[in-house]
């Protein structure tokens, strides 16, 4: 029997506890975080970043779930109560987990202290297993048969890892293994990071996804807490235990969904930067994307609130006043108002008015985008009013004196941002 038919015995005798850390500030994700933490960041037209790892979980059958938070937690918390209630009769629940100085007058110093300070939660469940995942990644991933490959090696922690290029494995801890999926060593953002025997140009990297023996939960973080650390599961808390702990590396590029093509096998993106952040949601409006938000059998849940449909209005080509998008999403309560948008995401209530011209941008909700206006590769955070005949991305000298422009180039418009009369 392999690990993944183990992963589909599991039932109601195993009692699994999904731990989400969702207390991040995101810094490099500013100015998108200015205002809301990174798990709370809109993505994808009508998502939060929140929604990919719980609707992981529950699509998996884990239906026990604590989201720890912290930073600017109020529209995080805000989508959790609105969007994610599961049925209390069956004793499912997402529950968010406040930082509560339980242990001292300090807030969380790490995403091992922040599980540390909230071991009441996980001791109350009594859980067999425990996993830990961050709330901030991009994905799609059946949690049943990496708790199969956990159950099936006897192991007291394992990492979901996933190969990247060697190039930009100074973003991630990479991790070393033997033939049996052990972890034989682990760098954390290394400058030279050791390649994949047999696969030159690529590392493993950790994908910040634990399953825990919560005995081995407990001392390992209890004996983090009492030393000088910056109490990390990547820096800290894997390199304490694979040395004489059972720690093993499930590859997630053997995960399997209902569903999924062979295309999407593998994808994981680390939203953690703008240019990240951008080319993740540009990923989505590809003729055939790697992440396939269209796939029923494996759904990723969100909130939203009742909205017309989009529309699109004007059709007079002649004088170029044609309400028109080309491979771009366009969510529930957009108007395309005789503009053009191509290659682009719009989250509700967005509005483009005649001539204007959006081409690979993320307009969040409640942006109206005047006449005559040109943006080109610009995120706009939410409730923007764009003036007539306002250029974005165009002349990035220029960007800068208003706006904040990453090193490639993406220009960002803070939310609320009032443009000068």
């Known amino acids: 029997m392999s690990y993944k038919d183990l992963s589909y015995r599991l039932g109601p005798r195993h009692k699994i506890l999904g731990v989400v850390l969702a207390g991040g500030e995101g810094r490099r994700l500013w100015p998108l975080t200015a205002e809301r933490a990174k798990p709370a960041v809109p ?8 929604d990919f790892v719980l609707s992981n979980f529950v699509n998996s059958g884990i239906h026990r779930i604590k989201v720890l938070t912290q930073y600017k937690c109020d529209s995080l918390l805000s989508h959790l109560s609105k969007g994610w209630r599961l049925s209390p009769m069956l004793d499912h629940y997402v529950e968010a987990v406040p930082a509560q100085q339980r242990l001292g007058k300090q807030w969380f110093e790490g995403s091992a202290d922040a599980v540390y300070q909230s071991l009441n939660v996980v001791a109350d469940e009594d859980p067999d297993f425990v996993c830990v995942f961050g709330g901030d990644h ?6 049943r048969q990496m708790l199969g490959f956990h159950m099936d090696r006897e192991a007291e922690l394992t990492v979901a890892a996933v190969p990247v290029p060697v190039a930009e494995a100074d973003q991630f801890g990479i991790i070393e293994v033997d033939v049996e999926g052990r972890m034989i060593g682990f760098q954390e953002k290394p400058k030279q990071a050791k390649e994949l025997p047999g696969k030159p140009g690529w590392a493993l990297a950790s994908m910040g996804n634990y399953i825990f023996d919560p005995d081995v ?3 390992s973080l209890t004996r983090d807490a009492q030393r000088q650390s910056e109490h990390d599961f990547g820096r800290n808390i894997l390199p304490m235990l694979y040395p004489s702990s059972r720690v093993y590396v499930y590859n997630f590029l053997e995960n399997e969904i209902p569903g999924m093509e062979e295309d999407e096998r593998g994808y994981w ?8 952040y951008w080319s993740a949601n540009l990923d989505l409006v590809s003729i055939k994307p790697v992440l396939n938000l269209y796939n029923d059998r494996w759904p990723i849940r969100t909130h939203l609130l009742p ?17 028109m998008a080309t491979d771009s999403l366009v969510s529930p309560g957009c108007i395309i108002s005789g503009g053009r948008i191509d290659r682009s995401v719009l989250f509700p209530d967005s509005r483009i008015n005649s001539f204007s011209y959006v081409e690979e941008s993320v307009l969040l909700d409640n942006v109206n985008v005047g006449r005559y206006c040109r943006l080109r590769r610009t995120i ?4 923007v009013e764009i003036p007539p005949r306002t ?18 180039g993406i220009v960002v418009v803070h939310k609320g941002y009032r443009f000068e009369s």
């Open 269 to 276: 993106k680390d939203v953690g930067t703008l240019e990240a």
């Open 43 to 50: 993505f994808g037209g009508t998502f939060r970043i929140i």
């Open 380 to 383: 706009v955070d939410k409730n």
């Open 138 to 143: 991009i994905y799609k991933m059946d949690v």
């Open 307 to 323: 909205r017309p449909p989009a529309k699109f209005v004007f059709a007079d080509s002649s004088g170029d006043r044609m309400g």
């Open 217 to 219: 939960l407990r001392e």
């Open 391 to 408: 250029e974005i991305g165009h002349d990035l000298e220029r960007d800068r004196k208003r706006f904040h422009v990453s090193k490639d």
